[in-house]
């Protein structure tokens, strides 16, 4: 059974810095892709970035490249998405997704995410 488990979210302070991690079971990292997307109220889902099986990395959005970096430990079959310099408008629910393959897709084709993290909270405020 495919699973994908978000933790990390919280409330932190502009400027900061959090990691959000996607536990991963059913499916091995190597063989998957998997990306982090996020939804901001009143908005909606957008990709942010994506690791391939390979290792590859695909960031979807300008306002994160420089700032959010992925990764991934395939023994604890975990990916990470590391956020510095965070901002308000980056308060969102953050979601992990496997891609339905091991690269992962090109801004044109997000349908290739098949299964879905339920998210996690991330609000940047003072």
């Known amino acids: 059974q495919v699973q994908l488990v978000e933790s990390g979210g919280g409330l932190v302070q502009p400027g900061g810095t959090l990691t959000l991690s996607c536990e991963v079971s059913?499916?091995?990292?190597?063989?998957?892709?998997v990306g982090w997307f996020r939804q901001a109220p009143g908005q909606e889902r957008g990709a942010a970035v994506c690791v391939g099986g390979h290792g590859g990395v695909i960031h979807y959005t300008d306002s994160v490249t420089g700032r959010f970096t992925i990764s991934r430990d395939k023994s604890k079959n975990t990916v990470y998405l590391r956020m510095n310099s965070l901002k308000p408008e980056d308060t969102a629910v953050y979601y992990c997704?496997?891609?339905?393959?091991?690269?992962?897709?090109?801004?044109?084709?997000?349908?290739?995410?098949?299964?879905w993290g339920q998210g996690t909270q991330v609000t940047v405020s003072s």
């Open positions: 059913g499916f091995t990292l190597d063989d998957y892709g």
């Open positions: 997704a496997r891609v339905d393959g091991r690269l992962c897709p090109p801004p044109t084709r997000l349908d290739e995410f098949d299964y």
